[in-house]
T-cell receptor, first 116, second 118 residues
């Protein structure tokens, strides 16, 4: 079946604008994660969704960041009033289940965000 | 605190050489999982292996092999007879077990950039 897909693949925006990033997880995967990868860095966890449970937002860097997920399908990550330090690749991953199982996370191709 | 250290930032080898990528981790949990991912120049993260803390058996998959040693908290990755197509950034990651609750987020090393030259 299809892997994780993300859109857009690239996004260039001006400082202060809002952006919305989309993730389509693998069908049937109940757990969904957003990570951020800054240039030359490892990945930073942002937010976790598991089924209909309340999301774990502990990794969101500021209140300008928010995310939603409809059931066990599409998720959107929204960054309001973008800043230059938000420039990064935003990666989405899904796994068959979340805790208490630790299933492998499969990643999408990412959205490269550039804030001018 | 949980932490993953990949001390080698960049490695350059000539094709057909063997190369080992080091990964050292820290965790307070007794149940945890370790992963290796490959990120080629295209940018997409490719899953390579997943290992749980109760399984210290080494694993071999073709030219790839992994050496997990709990005594030294290491999970090293060896590529035998490297090829140009192996050129990529390789990430080691840790996911904790019950201590993490339901969120099994991955804690990442900074990656090792491997260049295999012809």
């Amino acid at each position: 079946g299809a892997g994780v897909s993300q859109s857009p693949s690239n996004k260039v925006t001006e400082k202060g604008k809002d952006v919305e990033l989309r993730c389509d997880p693998i069908s049937g995967h109940t757990a969904l994660y957003w990570y951020r990868q800054r240039l030359g860095q490892g990945l930073e966890f942002l937010i976790y969704f598991q089924g209909n449970s309340a999301p774990d937002k502990s990794g969101l860097p500021s209140d300008r960041f928010s995310a939603e997920r409809t059931g066990e399908s599409v998720s959107t990550l929204t960054i309001q009033r973008t800043q230059q330090e938000d420039s990064a690749v935003y990666l989405c991953a899904s796994s068959l289940r979340g805790g208490p199982r630790t299933d492998t996370q499969y990643f999408g191709p990412g959205t490269r965000l550039t804030v001018l | 605190a949980q932490k993953v250290t990949q001390a080698q930032t960049e490695i350059s080898v000539v094709e057909k050489e063997d190369v080992t990528l080091d990964c050292v981790y820290e965790t307070r949990d007794t149940t945890y999982y370790l992963f290796w991912y490959k990120q080629p120049p295209s940018g997409e993260l490719v899953f390579l292996i997943r290992r749980n803390s109760f399984d210290e058996q080494n694993e071999i998959s073709g030219r790839y092999s992994w050496n997990f040693q709990k005594s030294t908290s290491s999970f090293n990755f060896t590529i035998t007879a490297s090829q140009v197509v192996d050129s990529a950034v390789y990430f080691c990651a840790l996911s904790e077990g019950p201590r993490a609750g339901n969120n099994r987020k991955l804690i990442w090393g900074l990656g090792t950039s491997l260049a295999v030259n012809p």
